[in-house]
């Protein structure tokens, strides 16, 4: 923990760097080790750099993480980051567990800080400074330490978008809704995403200007592509539906691959005039045409639709990856079964492979070990591999090794024969055997 005094400092000088003043800010993400000396410092040093702007107390929520998911070291910082932007997109204050009984060494009163101990709306503050009583954004700060000395304070402070008169969607004034997805199954979920959050009321008439802006360059185009010309959001509405319907021929629907029309715009790509020929398209309303070659691989720069009065990026669903389960157990189970497959080929290889002489000395070798009454019960398993290796040897070639590993895997489950080792007096023997191969199979 640093001193109350050098972290004190540390905080002003990113306050003053951000220009913030001190009684504007409404959260502190505190590093919270949960110690009894090391919180106490950090609130002295919160409270030192406050105390310089404001002398007011109880106006600042404060609260960790770490009473939630942990210390999670190097990441804890980030983690910190992470709840702040929650907070701030959901306008909501969380509490921190296991807070209901105060640190005593922390005068709580006496600072301008209160721990967040319930779950409740993040307000903007509203603040008088140099005689203006104004609403200010919600602000944020949090602290972060190393236990090599690294100290960090970081200002977050929320977007407040410029308002904007809406812009007006008509017939004369239509909008161009662009989808693109890798295959055609992940541009169907692309479309219904989007009807889920009209059908929410988080993309209406009046900002339906914006939403088509964001996904015209907010989002990557890709193989797949889909774009409506609409003049309402009901129009909108329902020619998505009709397409996830199947329906073909839908006025002003246009769907198109990149590489099935690649070799068709090429030329066109080409020619140093198709910047005016698409300018001249939209000073002529002439959309088809645009959103035509769109869809068919055409790289178009939709800022040329707006000039200076461009609309706004709003919140829209990002893209709906694959939902592919890649478990270890799933892929432990396919390797053994692909394994198992390939010993069954090179057994078969490696027995085609032995000669007649190599095989009798095997047979022969295995006999006489069989036969003495001093020799231990060899598993078949161990035959197995011994035989392998041994024949491979005299072959002068390397034992396969997704036949060694297949046999390997039989280990844990395999069964040593008991009574062989009870005739040698071997009970204990058999039993650290056992033992020692199963847990050789477990490493």
Known sequence: MPNPTAQGELIRSALERAGVHARTISYIEAHGTGTELGDPIEVTGLTQAFRKDTADKGFCAVGSVKSNIGHLEAAAGIAGIGKIVLQMKNR?????????????????????????????????????????????????????????????????KEYVPEEKMPIRVTAHHPVIIVLSAKNEERLKQQVERLLSVIEKGEVTEGNLADAAYTLQVGREAMEERLAVIAESLPKLVEKLQRFLEGHDGISELY??????????????????????????????RKYAKIVDLWVKGLAMDWSMLYGDAKPQRISLPAYPFAKE????????????????????????????????????????????????????????????????????????????????????????????????????DGTTRGTNRMRRLTDEGNE
């Open 92 to 156: 909501t204050l969380v509490p921190s567990l296991h807070a209901q009984e105060l640190n005593p060494n922390i005068p709580f009163e006496q600072t301008p800080f209160v721990v967040q101990q319930e779950l409740e709306e993040w307000k903007r503050p509203v603040v008088e400074l140099d005689g203006e009583t104004r609403e200010y954004p919600r602000m944020a700060g949090i602290s972060s330490f190393g236990a090599g000395g690294a100290n960090a304070h970081v200002i977050i």
């Open 255 to 284: 769907r198109g691959q990149v590489k099935r029309n690649k070799e068709a715009l090429s030329a066109l790509l080409e020619d140093e005039d198709m910047e005016k020929t698409i300018a001249a398209w939209i000073g002529k």
């Open 325 to 424: 389960r890649y478990w270890i157990t799933d892929i432990k189970t396919k390797q053994a079964s692909i394994e198992s497959t390939k010993s069954v080929q090179s057994t078969d290889i490696f027995v085609d492979q032995r000669t007649p002489e190599t095989a009798a000395n095997i047979s022969q070798k295995y006999r006489k070990e069989s036969e003495d009454p001093n020799s231990e019960a060899i598993p078949s398993y161990i035959q197995n591999i011994q035989s392998h290796i041994s024949t491979s040897v005299k072959m002068k070639k390397m034992p396969d090794i997704s036949y060694l590993a297949a046999e390997y895997e039989r280990i844990p489950s395999t069964m040593v024969d008991n009574q062989a080792y009870s005739k040698q």
